[in-house]
């Protein structure tokens, strides 16, 4: 269970790739949104996630690359991360929507800018309304908490994820 009292699940995009043994070093993880996309980062020992920043969606190419895409793909570079986490936006039955789908063509994309760089999946239900919940209860309201909810649901999206990896 995660700190929230809910599962998470990780899967894989295509093509799979097998799981690796631990490897000390950042992990990055990213929220997926139409309007925004949050990133966190953990520190090198994979023990506490933290907001990087808020990337605008941008599908403005430049290279063939999209904007938004490029941005996190230069953050990996910078960070030298050595995993990149996708929030995938399932239904509480488990089922994939639109949001979904958008989510796994953001990890293919990005998955091809940083070609060295694993990207996994995971289940990310409830991580969007726990970060609006812990921005509320430390009182960030309106346009603020807009603003930095999905960097917070990258964090939860990341925290659940290194939590798992300290259990297996």
């Known amino acids: 269970m ?4 809910y599962h998470l699940h990780v899967t894989e995009i295509e093509p799979p790739t097998p799981a690796p043994e631990f490897r000390r070093g950042r992990r990055l993880s990213v929220d997926v949104g139409k309007v925004r996309v949050g990133v966190a980062m953990s ?3 994979c023990v506490l996630a933290s907001p990087v920043e808020t990337v605008p969606r941008d599908l403005s190419t430049k290279k063939g690359v999209p ?28 089922e994939e929507s639109h949001a979904a789908r958008d ?3 953001f990890a293919r ?3 091809r800018s940083v070609e060295s760089v694993p990207v996994r999946m995971v289940d990310e239900r409830l991580t969007t309304a726990v970060a609006s919940r812990r921005l509320a209860e430390r009182g960030v309201k309106g346009h603020r908490r807009k603003a930095v909810v999905d960097q917070a649901a990258a964090v939860e999206i990341l925290q659940l994820y290194l939590e798992r990896m300290r259990r297996t």
């Open 103 to 105: 989510a796994r063509h």
């Open 2 to 5: 995660g700190a929230a009292g």
């Open 109 to 111: 994309l990005l998955g």
């Open 43 to 45: 520190d090198p020992d």
């Open 67 to 94: 904007a938004d895409i490029a941005t996190i793909a230069a953050l990996v570079d910078e960070h030298d991360v050595v995993e990149i986490i996708v929030g995938l936006p399932v239904t509480l039955a488990g």
